[in-house]
């Protein structure tokens, strides 16, 4: 199984931007996709972003895409999540989730493809 530690979460004014990070460890090689999920207080967890850790391919939330990137760095065992042109329902706690199951990418977007999860990192978007 695969270790997360999210980082890089703070507050923010509106349009602002942020750059979150997830440090991966343990069985680094079996991991399959990498994906951010957040969760708002009073909401249930909500898809964001995902990556296949290896190939590259991208999957996005309608919410988020054009403003958030995705982004991997296989040699040091990082994911990335630049969030742009921030909004205040952007506020949540966001969470890195990692899977060794190989699912489809359709699938990525489901919370239960994924078996690893890190403590999660608060981002508030306010003036």
């Known amino acids: 199984q695969v270790q997360l530690v999210e980082s890089g979460g703070g507050l923010v004014q509106p349009g602002g931007s942020l750059r979150l990070s997830c440090a991966a460890s343990?069985?680094?090689?079996?991991?399959?996709?990498m994906g951010w999920y957040r969760q708002a207080p009073g909401k249930e967890r909500e898809f964001v972003a995902a990556?296949?850790?290896?190939?590259?391919?991208?999957i996005y939330a309608d919410s988020v895409k054009g403003r958030f990137a995705i982004s991997k760095d296989n040699a040091k065992d990082m994911v990335y999540l630049q969030m742009n042109s921030l909004k205040s329902e952007d506020t949540a706690v966001y969470y890195c989730?990692?899977?060794?199951?190989?699912?489809?990418?359709?699938?990525?977007?489901?919370?239960?493809?994924?078996?690893?999860w890190g403590q999660g990192t608060q981002v508030t978007v306010s003036s």
């Open positions: 989730a990692g899977t060794e199951r190989q699912v489809i990418i359709s699938q990525m977007r489901s919370p239960a493809s994924y078996v690893s």
């Open positions: 343990g069985s680094i090689f079996m991991v399959y996709s």
């Open positions: 990556v296949r850790w290896r190939g590259g391919n991208t």
